[in-house]
């Protein structure tokens, strides 16, 4: 049974919103920079991981994951970074927002760093050979690069991942709990086989995927 928020409690404006915090500190105010600074710089050559934001021409937001060997994100000049396209499941989600609304926000994470990094700005998709030559991996190069004219970059403290507790290794779950993916999303859409054995070729079948076309 479900819960209602009562309407009478929702804030509804930016001074309403601030009264309910304390101000924040002077360095959590100057932290913005317009630039990537030699920090910032270290922190995405260390990065192996980041969630990219964006939202269509009607505001529908979306957030996707990105992955590759750390350095993955080139950075090609104080205020311009260049990300792979890698091959997904090709719903282009994040591409397709950035032809209707360039504006992106990105978080780059570091295993065993509890703290982040925060990057905004705009984006455009480009098919430069040159650009795409430098991201190839195992001799393939990515379909194109999302890049990013930075506008603020910042770090993030370490609040979050030290409460989450997310690379503490006593802190893991077993992925068995739940059953595979492949499994949900057929339960979720066209429906999974009883047959537990045939449902085994099935996601052996996803994993020979993921070696064959990763890149």
């Not at 937001?61 to 090609?76: E, H, I, K, N, Y």
């Not at 000049?77 to 032809?99: E, F, K, M, S």
């Not at 040159?130 to 993030?156: C, F, G, S, W």
């Not at 030290?162 to 503490?168: P, T």
């Amino acid at each position: 049974m479900s819960t209602a928020v009562r309407s009478e409690f929702d804030v509804t404006s930016e001074g309403a919103l601030r009264a309910l915090y304390p101000p924040t500190h002077t360095l959590a105010a100057l932290k913005a920079l317009p630039v990537l600074d030699p920090h910032a710089r270290e922190f995405i050559r260390r990065a192996p991981f980041l969630c990219i934001g964006t939202q269509n021409q009607d505001g529908k937001a979306d957030v996707s994951p990105r992955g590759d060997p750390a350095g993955f994100v080139q950075v090609l000049d104080d205020q311009t970074l260049a990300i792979p396209d890698r091959p997904g499941n090709n719903r282009l989600d994040t591409l397709a927002n950035i032809l209707s609304n360039p504006n992106v926000g990105i978080l780059f994470m570091v295993p065993g760093f509890d703290d982040t990094l925060r990057v905004n700005g705009t984006a455009r998709l480009s098919t430069d050979p040159e650009i795409l030559r430098q991201m190839a991996v195992n001799n393939r190069a990515p379909t194109l690069a999302i890049i990013v004219t930075v506008t603020e970059v910042y770090l993030h403290c370490a609040k979050a991942f030290r409460r989450s507790r997310l690379w503490d290794p006593a802190a893991r779950q077993d992925r068995t709990d739940m059953p595979s993916l492949l499994k949900m999303i057929l339960d979720q859409t066209t429906g999974a086989p009883q047959d537990p054995a045939e449902m085994q070729k099935i996601d052996e079948g996803l994993e020979a995927d993921y070696r064959r076309s990763m890149y």
